[in-house]
């Protein structure tokens, strides 16, 4: 197979703070532990010492896009399978702008996680924050009105392929939380 035909996969996360994203992702990389995560929240906490800090959006993207390519790089050399990008991703403009960066960077399969689930049950997680960090390294709770802005804006602009990527993949409140198998492996 040449490097033109290797599958490039990307699992691009969708979901509010508490919709399960990052610990789906962790377990997913458990038990596919040829995927790497690319999470927003781990450059946060890398770059500003905490997960909760904004920061700069330039910088933190410059960041994802520079692990994108080492990922990229490592799939070519046959250590890594895919990746998977680990943000909220609420905004269809956004996931539109990521689609986009994610292709021109290299990535030839690109599916959308949409953690689909119920405000009351994000805003229960959130509230959980705090006792233990997350894998992304985020230890506070989110805002309850940012999350509910964000939900309202993936519940009227909801993840489809119309938008540049090749699926889409819902995981309602009752696909998850539970340990994904290999056969989880939506690329499968």
């Known amino acids: 197979m040449t490097r033109d035909q290797i599958p490039v996969p990307l699992l691009m996360l969708v979901g509010v703070p508490g919709s399960g994203k990052s610990t789906w992702a962790r377990d997913f990389v458990l038990a596919n532990p ?9 450059i946060r906490a890398q770059l500003y010492g905490d997960a909760a800090i904004q920061g700069d959006w330039l910088r933190i993207w410059q960041q994802v896009i520079a692990q994108w390519q080492q990922a990229i790089a490592a799939i070519h050399q046959g250590s890594l399978a895919g990746v998977i990008y680990d943000a909220t991703n609420a905004r269809r403009r956004h996931r539109r702008e990521a689609i986009a960066a994610a292709r021109q960077t290299g990535f030839t399969a690109i599916t959308l996680v949409w953690f689909d689930v119920p405000l009351s049950l994000a805003l229960e997680r959130n509230r959980g924050r705090g006792a233990e960090v997350g894998p992304g ?31 889409v993949l819902i995981l309602g409140a009752d696909r998850y939380p539970g340990l994904p198998s290999q056969s989880a492996d939506p690329l499968r």
């Not at 040829?34 to 781990?42: F, G």
Request: proline content about 10%; aromatic content about 2%.
């Open 137 to 167: 390294g985020r230890s506070q709770p989110v805002p309850a009105d940012i999350i509910a802005a964000m939900h309202r804006q993936l519940q009227g602009a909801p993840p489809s392929v119309q938008e540049g990527v090749d699926r």
């Open 34 to 42: 040829r995927y790497c995560i690319v999470s927003t929240d781990a």
